[in-house]
Nanobody, 128 residues
Framework: QLQLVQSGGGLVQSGGSLKLSCGTS????????IAWFHQAPGKERERVACITRTGDDRIYEDSVKDRFIIFRDYGENMAYLEMNSLQPEDTGIYYCAAHNTIHQPNWCPQREEQYDIWGLGTQVTVSS
């Protein structure tokens, strides 16, 4: 079964930084658009960042723009979310997700249900 393997996260003070990592259970990420979703306590899961298969385009939710950076390393077969200037509202579980876009190299799916492969999530807690 294809799965994404996440690491990173933890507890950080407001204004701090964290880096989340997303690898695979043994398949290449080259053909996949990668997204990070955030689920705040008691709220729906929402996409906060996405990077296309080619890496040419990155999309950010307004709430994280200029603070978070999504990037990928093809050689390491990994994707990352660098989170800076963290605020208490960034607290929650972060999931990486992938969608095969071999025929649509510059597309980042918007909706959660469009993503085929998911990580188990990692907790991020930002204290004030």
């Amino acid at each position: 079964q294809l799965q994404l393997v996440q690491s990173g996260g933890g507890l950080v003070q407001s204004g701090g930084s964290l880096k989340l990592s997303c690898g695979t259970s043994g398949f290449p990420l080259d053909y996949y658009a990668i997204a990070w979703f955030h689920q705040a306590p008691g709220k729906e899961r929402e996409r906060v960042a996405c990077i296309t298969r080619t890496g040419d385009d990155r999309i950010y939710e307004d709430s994280v723009k200029d603070r978070f950076i999504i990037f990928r390393d093809y050689g390491e077969n990994m994707a990352y979310l660098e989170m800076n200037s963290l605020q208490p509202e960034d607290t929650g579980i972060y999931y990486c997700a992938a969608h095969n876009t071999i025929h649509q190299p510059n597309w980042c799916p918007q909706r959660e249900e469009q993503y085929d492969i998911w990580g188990l999530g990692t907790q991020v807690t930002v204290s004030s």
